[in-house]
């Protein structure tokens, strides 16, 4: 299976409800971030969570991080339709010596209606 | 200051044609990275460079994709004889050491090849 494994793979809710999407990964890692997209085209930062952190916030987003149980979830507090996007985590692995390539998950497409 | 940018924005060729996608980093990053994205799944993995080199090119399909950074700023991706499972996204990201930073996506090409 990929590393970096989003659920659920769609997720609708209304606008000032909070969103929750995990992801779920199978090697050691360095760090793990997570990065939005609108349309298919370039990605947004939003978030780098490291190995030995295990939660993080910037304005409205929450990251956790558990390595034991190798999962991350990224929640969106009071949603906006702006929040509509894909979202995914990426992971570099331990393993990865020569820099940190990261390995996407499928990514969670995430619709706030108005 | 500027980000990462990837000209052209849309591409479309025709099978078997020679192509080459161009990504400027953002200035002062020394890793830069390519990413390609097919529809409806995350990003995958390419070629990382450190500078002039190619630290990784394990990513890289098959010996028709090619990557140069001669100066250690602009990379080019270069595709020969392209095949129509060759379309997809191509992201570029750039980071400024390498090893755990964080990487920033440019808006990537969409090539099309027909």
């Known amino acids: 299976s990929q590393q970096g494994e989003e659920d659920p793979q769609a997720l609708s809710i209304q606008e000032g409800e909070n969103a929750t999407m995990n992801c779920s990964y199978k090697?050691?890692?360095?760090?793990l971030q997570w990065y939005r997209q609108n349309s298919g085209r370039g990605l947004v930062h939003l978030i780098l969570?490291?190995?030995?952190?295990r939660e993080k916030h910037s304005g409205r987003l929450r990251v956790t991080l558990d390595t034991s149980k190798k999962s991350s979830s990224l929640l969106i507090t009071a949603s906006r339709a702006a929040d509509t996007a894909s979202y995914f985590c990426?992971?570099?692995?331990?393993?990865?010596?020569?820099?940190?390539?990261?390995?996407f998950g499928e990514g969670t497409q995430l619709t706030v209606n108005p | 200051g500027a980000g990462v940018s990837q000209t052209p924005s849309n591409k479309v060729t025709e099978k078997g044609k020679y192509v080459e996608l161009r990504c400027d980093p953002i200035?002062?990053?020394?890793?830069l990275y390519w990413y390609r994205q097919s529809l409806g799944q995350g990003p995958e993995f390419l070629i990382y460079f450190q500078g002039t080199g190619a630290a990784d090119d394990s990513g890289l399909p098959n010996d028709r994709f090619f990557a140069v950074r001669p100066e250690g700023s602009v990379s080019t991706l270069k595709i020969q004889r392209t095949e129509r499972g060759d379309s997809a996204v191509y992201l570029c990201?750039?980071?400024?050491?390498?090893?755990?930073?964080?990487?920033?996506f440019g808006p990537g090409t969409r090539l099309t090849v027909l």
């Open positions: 969570i490291r190995s030995n952190e």
């Open positions: 990426a992971t570099d692995a331990v393993e990865e010596t020569s820099g940190s390539r990261l390995t």
């Open positions: 200035s002062g990053h020394t890793a």
């Open positions: 990201a750039s980071s400024l050491v390498g090893n755990t930073d964080t990487q920033y």
């Open positions: 090697t050691s890692i360095n760090n």
